[in-house]
């Protein structure tokens, strides 16, 4: 499966921002462990949940995308964008978003 295989290989490489080394010492495992859908984790339902919401979110903030549509993601996202991103002087930052190519 590709996506382990490019999890074990930042694990083992590290990135352009992380080291393999802070990387082991934070993530409990070199594998990682896919579940189905089926087995119904109430942990995958919440990024499910999220995961849209979030790029979307993210390519408002970061790269200008006009998009005036609302839907549920949007209440979705503002839980976090309420009190979970940070802010500096009252602007959200991009501190714990990440942009990757």
Not at 3 to 16: A, P, V
Not at 40 to 67: E, K, T
Request: glycine fraction near 6%; aromatic fraction near 10%.
């Amino acid at each position: 499966m590709r996506l382990k295989r490019s999890f074990r290989r930042i694990m083992e490489s590290g990135t352009h921002n992380l080291s393999a080394e802070d990387l082991s010492t934070h993530l409990t495992s070199l594998e990682l462990k896919v579940k189905s859908k089926q087995a119904n984790i109430a942990g995958l339902q919440v990024a499910d949940m999220v995961a849209h919401p979030a790029r979307r979110w993210c390519f408002r903030h970061f790269f200008n995308m006009v998009d005036t549509r609302q839907t549920f993601g949007d209440r979705i996202i503002e839980i976090p964008e309420g009190d979970k991103f940070f802010r500096y002087k009252g602007t959200i930052r991009s501190y714990g978003a990440k942009k990757l190519p």
